[in-house]
């Protein structure tokens, strides 16, 4: 485990996941402003579990975490590493039934002390679909800034769509002052 809440575990992927994973994936609401299409097929959902299950969270790229309530799987939560080990990029995703409860509040917010007290992050960065207002809210409710609005910049399940940047640094960090 990586990670344990007032509710929550945020550990790595095993592959009793794998059923859950493949269940909220395949909700088309879940997967509306997501990179994959709905339904996810049970033996896809097996490989991809196997593949997260197998992966190195130290290591750069992404890195998924489940997240679980009383050790059933109610969604997951994308880190992507850059190589110089020092910033990340967040993504997270929650079966619809356990949405509206903080659940994703507090997986974000568990993970974000991990990696900004253990791992000493310097930032972290998230971005969303300007349209998935829910996500962005999230952001903004566990301490992310909104840094930038890109018009019309992603091609996503065949239009263009507009993408919220935010960012979030490490508060016990110093933020370097410019020199004039």
């Given amino acids: 485990m990586f990670v344990r809440t007032e509710r929550l575990s945020v550990r790595r992927f095993t ?13 088309p609401v879940v ?11 049970l033996a896809d959902a097996r490989e991809t579990v196997e593949r997260f299950a197998a992966g190195d ?3 750069p790229g992404w890195f998924q975490y489940a997240v679980a309530l ?23 995703t929650l079966a619809t039934e356990y949405q509206g ?10 993970l974000l002390q991990h990696l900004f007290v253990d791992r000493q992050l310097h930032k ?3 971005e969303c679909d300007a349209r ?15 840094e930038g609005l890109r018009l019309s910049h992603t091609w996503f399940k ?19 002052v410019p020199s004039a």
Avoid: C
């Fill in 132 to 146: 998935n207002t829910a996500s962005a809210r999230l952001l903004e409710r566990v301490g992310f800034t909104r």
């Fill in 57 to 59: 969270p130290e290591a």
């Fill in 70 to 92: 009383d050790d059933v799987l109610i969604g997951d939560l994308g880190l992507k590493l850059h190589e110089n080990r020092m910033q990340a990029e967040l993504g997270f």
């Fill in 158 to 176: 065949g239009e263009w769509t507009d993408d919220l940047l935010y960012g979030y640094l490490n508060p016990k960090q110093p933020t370097p």
């Fill in 124 to 126: 972290v960065s998230a």
């Fill in 15 to 27: 592959a009793g996941d794998a059923e859950r994973f493949a269940a909220y994936r395949s909700d």
């Fill in 101 to 110: 409860h903080g659940y994703a509040s507090e997986a974000v917010r568990g």
């Fill in 31 to 41: 997967a509306r402003f997501q990179g994959w299409e709905a339904p996810v097929a």
